[in-house]
């Protein structure tokens, strides 16, 4: 590849045409991610010409610590333009577990998009890095993570942490994270990162993500925890079907029984939804089906931080992390009570002999003035 | 005289609670046991059973309303107190609750050598006099300000994203920095023991003091009015952590 091929990329619209899509897909498929990353109608037009107008824009996307789950949240995402053109065609510049090339071919590749396209690709991040043992325990041709992640993000115009494990560590780093697992916000400072929780977070949002920025050139309006507020700023609770059941006070007490049947609740049987910012809710998952609540499972609140060390997932946390077995706060606040009761009975017994002639004064003085008055 | 001991003390009347001090403390009180107990329904609601369609019950969202409307009263009642803390009567001065002087540590050490260990002090088993808060209440106190702070703020923090008001908005930034809503739940959760145990033992306290000391410790709550021996006045015996008028 030389510098000339970088001016004569395709835009979006061509590389559309040329996989065979319609015009008609294409705007649909506009409208649908205008909807997804919650802007009016009246921006399908913005949408619509940045994907004709744009050349694609280079992608690298790194895979560390993580499943692969994120990946394959992204190629199931509701319409077949995501897949075709976003992932593979926009990018695949270098991606392990979706490119074509493999090896010494893999990594020129990976080289490649990073020098030429310096300051202006894309990074996406699907896993955490470890940091112990000197990085040892993920290498990916002879490098640490922590090596490659440095070197690709150098020239990255943006990185997008995908999935809980480049946001906040997930399962790997939860205690005592003994390969040091560590999400890319705490180890990339000078670069504008996207965090896209969830395990995985969803295809549809995915997208919406990289659409957003294809479209403005800018990162999406972000929360407080760095994620986008379009996607992130509504907790699960609020945008539930089963909602009215929690308000009515009608809750499922086991899984087996009548009210599981009839749909109620799950807050009883540890749903994290009012605890937990996602659009699980809105958009669900493979193409609008199902969620997780949809299905009679709790919210088990994988879009927030440390989840797994968040307490359990089939109660409402109240225990303490790594404190006692399986110790609440409300048993340590009983047994508190019990102590207090039992503390301040002793004092009342101590008080009596300690204070005796004190308490003796008062008395004979208190019953000396009643006999006064006549 | 029937008894070598008897000595009839003269009572004076001192107002020690101020009447807004007073409605604070009640409405403290009140608005504390009803956020403990519909916190712990919002927790762990009860099993209901219900054979009306649940658009037409609503439960759990008044315990929450219940909950939202007393953690409000309890927030505006606080901020009233830190005013009063300023512009009340020396019993009422922020000075008796966060320690600013040597004299403040000394006189929580006496507290805690007579009415905890029960030993003598000057040969007399109660010497110590405090007319408003002791010490150690004020500290206590102070403590439990900052429990109020830490609800206030992780309250708010959680509620904040369900509100459209600017003042639930303020705190925002509580779950952001504790690293979301699971962790800042369980510190609210966790810390509403503390005003368990802490009323359990504020509730004790006042009999004993009643008890004995005969000052009407108990009453002095309602009315405003505490009793103190004559003597207090002559000997200048009167101590309070950190008398500044």
């Known amino acids: ?374 | 005289m029937p008894n070598k001991y008897l000595h009839v003390h003269r009572l004076r009347r001192v107002y020690v609670w101020e009447l807004p001090v007073r409605f604070y403390h009640w409405l403290n009180a009140l608005v504390i046991l009803a956020l403990i107990v519909t916190g712990f329904y919002i927790s762990d609601p009860l099993a209901l059973a219900s054979s009306k369609e649940a658009s037409a019950t609503y439960t759990m969202g008044w315990f929450r309303y219940i909950h939202f409307a007393a953690a409000y009263l309890f927030f505006f009642n606080f901020l009233f107190r830190i005013y009063w803390g300023f512009v009340g009567n020396k019993y009422a001065n922020w000075k008796q609750f966060i320690p600013t002087s040597k004299r403040f540590f000394k006189e929580m050490w006496t507290v805690f050598k007579i009415d905890i260990l029960m030993l003598k002090e000057n040969g007399k088993q109660q010497d110590h006099l405090s007319v408003g808060h002791n010490a150690m209440a004020g500290f206590i106190y102070f403590l439990s300000f900052l429990a109020f702070l830490v609800q206030c703020l992780t309250g708010f923090g959680l509620y904040a994203s369900m509100s459209g008001w600017w003042l639930p908005k303020l705190f925002a930034w509580v779950p952001a920095m504790l690293g979301g809503d699971i962790l800042t739940r369980q510190i609210h959760h966790w810390s509403m023991w503390f005003f368990i145990l802490f009323a359990v033992i504020h509730v004790y306290l006042v009999f004993f003091h009643d008890y004995v000391e005969g000052r009407g410790e108990i009453s002095s709550m309602g009315g405003g009015w505490k009793f103190i021996e004559e003597d207090v006045f002559k000997n200048d015996k009167h101590q309070t952590p950190n008398p500044e008028n």
């Open chain 1, 1 to 374: 590849m030389t510098n000339e091929a970088i001016t004569t990329q395709p835009t979006y619209y061509e590389e559309v045409l040329r996989k065979g899509y319609s015009r008609r897909d294409f705007v649909r498929f506009v409208s649908m991610m205008t909807a997804f990353i919650g802007l009016e109608q009246s921006a399908i037009g913005q949408v619509t010409k940045a994907m004709e107008t744009q050349q694609r824009m280079p992608v690298i996307w790194l895979h560390f610590q993580e499943c692969t789950c994120c990946s394959e949240s992204f190629i199931r995402s509701s319409h077949p333009i995501v897949a075709d053109i976003l992932l593979d065609k926009i990018s695949l510049d270098y991606t392990e577990t979706l490119m074509a090339a493999s090896g010494t071919q893999a990594e020129e590749a990976l080289k490649n998009t990073m020098t030429k396209y310096k300051g202006k690709y894309l990074l996406c991040v699907e896993g955490s890095v470890p940091l112990g043992a000197d990085g040892v325990y993920c290498m990916i041709g002879g490098k640490t993570s922590l090596q490659i992640l440095e070197e690709a993000s150098e020239g990255a115009a943006a990185i997008i942490a995908w999935g809980s494990c480049a946001s906040n560590g997930c399962v790997q780093s939860a205690k005592p994270n003994p390969t040091g697992a560590t999400p890319i916000h705490k180890i990339i400072k000078n670069k504008p990162i996207i965090k896209v929780p969830g395990c995985p977070p969803i295809g549809e949002v995915m997208a919406g993500v990289i659409v957003h920025y294809l479209t403005f050139g800018r990162i999406p309006e972000l929360d407080k925890l760095g994620r986008p507020k379009a996607f992130y700023s509504k907790r699960v609770h609020d945008t539930c079907y089963r909602r009215p059941f929690y308000d009515a006070g009608l809750f499922v007490e086991t899984f087996d029984d009548e009210n599981a049947k009839k749909g109620y609740c799950l807050y009883k049987v540890g749903c994290k939804g009012p605890s937990t910012y996602n659009a699980c809710g809105v958009m669900k998952w493979n193409n609008g089906t199902s969620y997780p609540i949809q299905s009679g499972h709790p919210c088990i609140g994988c879009s927030e931080e440390n989840f797994w060390d968040n307490g359990r997932l089939y109660e409402r946390g109240s225990s303490f992390a790594g404190f006692g077995i399986e110790s609440s706060a409300d048993t340590l606040g009983k047994v508190a009570l019990g102590v207090t009761g039992a503390a301040l009975l002793g004092h009342a017994v101590a008080t009596n002999i300690g204070k005796s002639t004190f308490i003796q004064e008062h008395q004979e003085e208190g019953k000396e003035s009643e006999k006064e008055l006549k």
